[in-house]
């Protein structure tokens, strides 16, 4: 992992220069997660090349920030993410769930600008069952075994997929986890979308619960130049659950939208 040192803190990365050609992608992963969510992505068979991985703060190697959930922690991401986009010179941003509205709002409130946008698992707002806040409160597991019921995180049964997840989300812990789950379900650009004017895709995992296909349709009917596409039998982390198709998917767009 490599680092980068803003407002006071470090951001840790990952980087696969893979051939040196092609716009650079840089991946933001979601509540809870880490770069390894996108293992697939940033690795030889990924979409983009070169390609980057970030943890944002308070998420695997990266120092974490002391702020409330909501905007403020959304503008600490969205930092975290300018600066490992700045170093690595990245050109796209592909952003799950939580990731997704960090890139809408790096779209929207930062000087620095993507040529193309993925967001996958998204909306223009991320509200959050009542049910799981509390219990990311006071009943941890609980509210893990409930983002691993069907076709919230993955539509398949496969433990292979579902013990990692796991793991990962007991490794960022509660209190950073609680935090991201809060800061989605404050997050509304809900009449702003307009504002962004990269190419945009909207991709959704066919089965996704906690993000539906409307949500998607929404985003691409708003957005100015907006896309919608669906990776069949795959819920909310199709990048993980059937990564394959993902990648295809964020090929064929980059190469229309960018040229290569």
């Excluded at 293992?39 to 998420?59: I, N, R």
């Excluded at 010179?89 to 997704?100: M, P, T």
Aim: charged share 25%.
């Amino acid at each position: 992992m490599e680092t980068v040192a803003h407002h006071g803190r470090t951001t840790a990365y990952r980087k696969a220069p893979g051939d040196g050609s092609g716009p650079v992608a840089l991946y933001v992963h979601g509540s809870g997660g880490t770069h390894r969510l996108w293992s697939h992505q940033y690795g030889p068979e990924g979409p983009a090349h070169p390609a980057v991985a970030l943890d944002l703060s308070g998420h695997g190697d990266s120092e974490d920030v002391s702020t409330t959930p909501g905007s403020e922690t959304l503008e600490a991401y969205a930092e975290d993410v300018v600066a490992v986009a700045r170093v690595t010179d990245a050109d796209v941003l592909v952003g799950n769930s939580l990731g997704g509205a960090i890139a809408q709002w790096v779209a929207l409130e930062s000087d620095w600008q993507p040529d193309a946008l993925v967001l996958a698992g998204t909306g223009a707002t991320l509200p959050v069952f009542d049910g799981l806040l509390a219990w990311l409160d006071d009943d941890f597991e609980r509210a893990v075994d409930f983002l691993h019921g069907r076709d919230r995180l993955f539509h398949a049964n496969d433990e292979s997929l579902r013990g990692p997840s796991r793991d990962q989300l007991r490794a960022v812990g509660r209190r950073v986890t609680r935090r991201d789950f809060r800061t989605c379900d404050q997050f509304d650009v809900t009449g702003r979308l307009s504002a962004i004017d990269a190419p945009t895709l909207a991709l959704c995992g066919e089965h996704d619960r906690l993000t539906p296909r409307s949500d998607h349709e929404a985003l691409a009917m708003e957005l100015p130049q907006g896309e919608f596409a669906v990776v069949a039998d795959a819920a909310h982390l199709a990048m993980l659950e059937r990564p394959s198709a993902f990648n295809r998917a964020v090929e064929g767009f980059l190469g229309a939208v960018l040229g290569d």
